[in-house]
């Protein structure tokens, strides 16, 4: 019902709609423009892997790219990174393949042009830490959980270049907000007694591992971030909790948090050919992501 999805969200400053301009640029481009984009929708992948190297360049930074293959065919992690004196990485990574059948507008076009508009931000001034900005291919299933999926391969690669990764931040389908009533639903049905009816917060979610980070990162979007937000370490095998490119930092011993508007748990086109851009929230969605770069400047700080 995106026509009742009217955003109660504080107004918004200059800078926050020079940004809410930009995530809504983005998303159009990769789930408008390019649509569906995936080894099935194969030059469309190689599209979106163009954009966001070209977005990156646009932002004055030297993108990489890491490729392995598929049955022959080449697939890219892209990143890009800020050298600071402190050689322990602070990693923001989102998937940029849809599902098979969905242009992929709030999954995870959403994460992808939040993880663009961040690195903008950081590009050129100086951190203590090594910024890293990711864009992971082959998320979603058949490469969910398998060996070949692509934030796998990516975090098997920094363990054994010996990377130090304090801090991994997956950034996954976050811009679909609602006020109705019931509109937020949870995996468990006890779950559902300690948590929000209203899908109107933004969700941050851990391994009990993880937890440390967890609260730390709570903590600094609360101090600013002008939505509501709520946040568990749980185990990772409750459903939603490893579903996304977190799991694959987990299992190489890294910690890792996933920031989520819940995503099935909320978003009535989830993994559909109707997640397309008009459905998302761009006012909220905006929030969160300045919320996420006060985040990181914070933890940059420690
Ligand atoms: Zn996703």
Not at 19 to 40: S, T, Y
Request: charged share 25%.
């Amino acid at each position: 019902m995106p026509g009742k999805n009217i955003s109660k969200a504080a107004p918004l400053s200059p800078d926050e709609v020079t940004l809410r301009d930009e995530l809504r640029a983005d998303v159009q481009k990769l789930a408008g423009d390019i649509g569906e984009r995936n080894m099935w929708h194969y030059p469309q992948l190689n599209a979106a892997a163009d954009f966001i190297e070209n977005s990156f360049s646009r932002a004055g930074l030297r993108p990489r790219r890491d490729t392995y293959e598929i049955r022959g065919q080449a697939c890219h992690n892209i990143d890009a990174e800020i050298s600071g004196a402190n050689p322990e990485i602070i990693l923001i990574g989102a998937h940029y393949d849809s599902v098979f059948g969905s242009p992929g507008a709030n999954d995870n076009g959403s994460g992808v042009a939040a993880m663009l508009a961040l690195a903008r931000r950081f590009a050129g001034k100086a951190a203590q830490h090594t910024l890293r900005f990711v864009a992971f291919v082959n998320e979603e299933p058949p490469y969910f959980l398998s060996d070949e999926m692509g934030s796998l391969i990516y975090a098997g690669r920094c363990k054994a270049r010996g990377d130090k990764i304090p801090v991994m931040i997956s950034l996954e389908t976050i811009g679909y907000f609602s006020d109705a009533p019931n509109s937020q639903k949870y995996p468990s049905p006890g779950l559902g007694i300690f948590y929000p009816k209203v899908g109107n917060f933004i969700g941050f979610v851990a391994n009990v591992r993880s937890r440390t980070l967890l609260r730390r990162v709570i903590a600094a979007f609360r101090k600013y971030a002008k939505i509501p937000s709520e946040g568990a370490a749980l185990p990772s095998f409750i459903p939603g909790v490893s579903w996304s490119d977190q799991r694959s930092f987990w299992r190489y011993g890294y910690p890792g948090i996933m920031v989520t508007d819940t995503a099935p748990f909320r978003y009535p086109y989830y993994h559909s050919a109707d997640d397309t851009p008009d459905k998302l929230d761009y006012d909220r969605f905006t929030l969160v992501v300045t919320g996420m770069e006060k985040v990181i400047a914070d933890l940059d700080k420690l």
